[in-house]
C-alpha cells in the first residue's frame, strides 16, 4: 500500500462523514415503478482480471452489486465493506467490481496489480473485472452502457459521479437501484435493498 493509499484509508471515516454531511455525492436512485428492462441483462458477460468469461446468465437467482473501483480514491476503504457485504450475503448477492481509471487517473494499476492490491489490503474474494472505461463514450464498458442507458435497462440514465458508484440487480435481472459513491455498501438504504 502506498503512503497516499494508507492516508486514505486512516480518513476515510471522516471522508465519508463529511460528504454525508453535506449530501455530497449520495444519490439515491430506486425504480419505484419496477421497468423491466429492454434489453435482457442475462445476454451480457465480463472478462474478469485472472482471464476468466463471467456470463451473467449463469448467476440468475442471485442478486448483483456492481461497482466501478479505483485503488487511489478516498473511498477505496469501500472495499473492505463490499467484502464483508459479499461475505454476508453469500449465495444470495454477488458483488463485482470494475476497476477504472476514468476519474482523475485514480487507477493506474495493471490488472495483476489491481488483484494484488485488493487481496492484500481488503482480502476481496468477489469477482473483480478487467480494467475498463465505466463513463459514457466510445470506449465505455459494456455493463456500464446497460447500466447508464434507459433504453437498455428501461428506466436509468445515471452514469457513475465518481468511483466507487454502485447499481443493484435484482434476482431476475432488473436494475432496481443506483447508489452514489458515498452511500456506504453497508448503509441502511444499501441492505434494504438487498434484503427487499
Not at 458508484?165 to 438487498?194: H, W
Amino acid at each position: 500500500m502506498t503512503v497516499r493509499q494508507t492516508v486514505l484509508r486512516a480518513i476515510y471515516p471522516f471522508w465519508m462523514s463529511l460528504n454525508g454531511l453535506f449530501g455530497k455525492r449520495s444519490k439515491v436512485l430506486v425504480n419505484k415503478k419496477n421497468i423491466q428492462p429492454f434489453q435482457s441483462f442475462y445476454s451480457l458477460s465480463v472478462r474478469l482480471n485472472n482471464g476468466a468469461l463471467l456470463s451473467f446468465d449463469s448467476l440468475k437467482g442471485r442478486k448483483l452489486l456492481l461497482v466501478n473501483t479505483a485503488s487511489d480514491c478516498g473511498y477505496t476503504h469501500q472495499y473492505s465493506d463490499l467484502q464483508k457485504l459479499y461475505e454476508e450475503h453469500q449465495g444470495k448477492l454477488t458483488v463485482v467490481a470494475f476497476p477504472a481509471n476514468d476519474f482523475q487517473k485514480q487507477e493506474k494499476g495493471s490488472d495483476e496489480e489491481i488483484a494484488n492490491f485488493c487481496k492484500t489490503n481488503y482480502a476481496v474474494t468477489f469477482p473483480i473485472a478487467l480494467k475498463s472505461s465505466v463513463v459514457k463514450g466510445n470506449d465505455q464498458q459494456e455493463v456500464f452502457q446497460w447500466l447508464t442507458d434507459k433504453a437498455k435497462n428501461g428506466w436509468n440514465s445515471q452514469s457513475p459521479s465518481w468511483n466507487f458508484s454502485k447499481y443493484l440487480i435484482n434476482e431476475r435481472g432488473v436494475l432496481t437501484n443506483y447508489f452514489d459513491p458515498a452511500v456506504s455498501p453497508l448503509s441502511e438504504e444499501v441492505l434494504k435493498a438487498i434484503e427487499h
